[in-house]
């Protein structure tokens, strides 16, 4: 268990709807990131907030949007859904903010857009 | 554009042997790799790192060779156990983003030690 929390752990909805997923860190850890894996893909990095401010961005769709609230948990929003945003979506967090922190990995989301 | 590849999708190997596993780059400018490992239904956990400035980095059964010039890790499990088998995910950070924790990582493959 690497202490960093993911709701819900399956999701299932149609094209065009919107649905928020949600992310809490691992205790004392400021910084969470996001991470979509799709079929026969690696992770791609969406975003990465530190104590509540957006730290860096990936290739994250417009469609996308997420934010770290005060608490530090995070949350993704996935709106106007199509069928390739089927997906595994990771939450990870992190002490600090570089790429020398480790990052721990929540379960994930398993998204299926019908 | 795939700039962290993992070519091979499976490994097998059996236990007690060595298991190696490839990642090539493309980026000149990543300076920080990483191997994760990860669990059917599970998160994937960090393994080992190496900085640019090494060629080697060990921690117990595991070995990560970096070869500049070429662009290639490796990662070596010895001896391989069962318990290794997993995905594996190669991931690199570049100079640019070391005030952040952005990774771009490999496809994965998939090893599977076998009894």
């Known amino acids: 268990d690497s202490g960093v929390t993911q709701t819900p752990k399956h999701l299932i909805t149609a094209t065009g709807q919107r649905v928020t997923l949600r992310c809490s860190p691992r205790s004392g850890d400021l910084s969470v990131y996001w991470y979509q894996q799709s079929l026969d893909q690696g992770l791609q990095f969406l975003i990465q907030y530190y104590n509540g401010e957006e730290r860096a961005k990936g290739n994250i769709l417009e469609r996308f949007s997420a934010q770290q609230f005060p608490d530090l948990h995070s949350e993704l929003n996935l709106s106007s859904l199509e069928l390739g945003d089927s997906a595994l979506y990771f939450c990870a967090s992190s002490v600090g903010v570089t790429q020398r922190d480790t990052q721990y990995f929540g379960p994930g989301t398993r998204l299926t857009v019908l | 554009d795939q700039q962290v590849k993992q070519n091979s999708p499976s490994l097998s190997v059996q236990e007690g042997r060595i298991s190696i596993l490839n990642c090539d780059y493309t980026?000149?400018?990543?300076?920080?790799f990483l191997w994760y490992k990860k669990y059917p239904a599970e998160g994937p956990t960090f393994l080992i790192s190496i900085s640019s400035i090494k060629d080697k980095n060990e921690d117990g059964r595991f070995t990560v060779f970096l070869n500049k010039s070429a662009k290639h890790l490796s990662l070596h499990i010895v001896p391989s156990q069962p318990g290794d088998s997993a995905v594996y995910f190669c991931a690199a950070s570049d100079h640019g983003s070391s005030n952040t924790g952005k990774l771009i990582f490999g496809q994965g493959t998939t090893l599977q030690v076998k009894p």
């Open positions: 980026n000149s400018m990543f300076d920080y």
